[in-house]
T-cell receptor, first 117, second 116 residues
Framework: AQKVTQAQTEISVVEKEDVTLDCVYETRDTTYYLFWYKQPPSGELVFLIRRNSFDEQNEISGRYSWNFQKSTSSFNFTITASQVVDSAVYFCALSEVGSGNTGKLIFGQGTTLQVKP | DTEVTQTPKHLVMGMTNKKSLKCEQHMGHRAMYWYKQKAKKPPELMFVYSYEKLSINESVPSRFSPECPNSSLLNLHLHALQPEDSALYLC???????????????FGPGTRLTVL
């Protein structure tokens, strides 16, 4: 069965600290896709990154970076020099290919990040 | 245009009412999704449309009825809901799965539904 685990329910940091959000997944598929989404208090889920199972290169986008390790089935997300605007719920998700040319997302439980000024 | 819009933003309805939620995108996506999200929980998939045809129904009660009138619009018709159906309803769209694999979904801001 496919599963995503985000063991950290809530994290609180002070502005400018670095913070890492953990994501561990389970799948029997050899081809799969991993995603991170941000959900600020307004409610809209904002897409951050997509990674396929064949691409283990780490990625950096500004203050955001992602570490994909197939050997440990982890896809962790680090925010460098956190800011108050980073406060949100962050979801890690795994996709399986659904029917009709669509992808079905399996979400982790989410990690609530609070960045204090 | 890179956004998904949803109306209304908030909806309060009684258990005997009939109402509809609307979702629109103009990104040329041919896959559209309805999710339900309860407080402090991840989104739960309800329905998926691919090329205007229903491709996934996650055993959703018949009091929720989806409709995809064209490639840009997705509706969710509500009838005889229960108080436990109160939640944030999110619409999303994506390019269909193809040679590039499974594509990211873009979400709307949601409709916050309260059933009295």
């Amino acid at each position: 069965a496919q599963k995503v685990t985000q063991a950290q329910t809530e994290i609180s940091v002070v502005e400018k600290e670095d913070v890492t959000l953990d994501c561990v997944y389970e799948t029997r598929d050899t081809t799969y896709y991993l995603f991170w989404y941000k959900q600020p208090p307004s409610g809209e889920l904002v897409f951050l990154i997509r990674r396929n199972s064949f691409d283990e290169q780490n990625e950096i986008s500004g203050r955001y970076s992602w570490n994909f390790q197939k050997s440990t089935s982890s896809f962790n997300f680090t925010i460098t020099a956190s800011q108050v605007v980073d406060s949100a719920v962050y979801f890690c998700a795994l996709s399986e290919v659904g029917s009709g040319n669509t992808g079905k997302l399996i979400f982790g439980q989410g990690t609530t990040l609070q960045v204090k000024p | 245009d890179t956004e998904v819009t949803q109306t209304p933003k908030h909806l309060v309805m009684g258990m005997t009412n009939k109402k509809s939620l609307k979702c629109e995108q103009h990104m040329g996506h041919r896959a559209m999704y309805w999710y339900k999200q309860k407080a402090k929980k991840p989104p739960e998939l309800m329905f998926v449309y691919s090329y205007e045809k229903l491709s996934i129904n996650e055993s959703v009660p018949s009091r929720f009825s989806p409709e995809c009138p064209n490639s840009s619009l997705l509706n969710l018709h509500l009838h005889a809901l229960q108080p436990e159906d109160s939640a944030l309803y999110l619409c999303a769209s994506s390019h269909e799965t193809g040679l590039a694999g499974v594509n990211e979904q873009f979400f709307g801001p949601g409709t916050r539904l309260t059933v009295l």
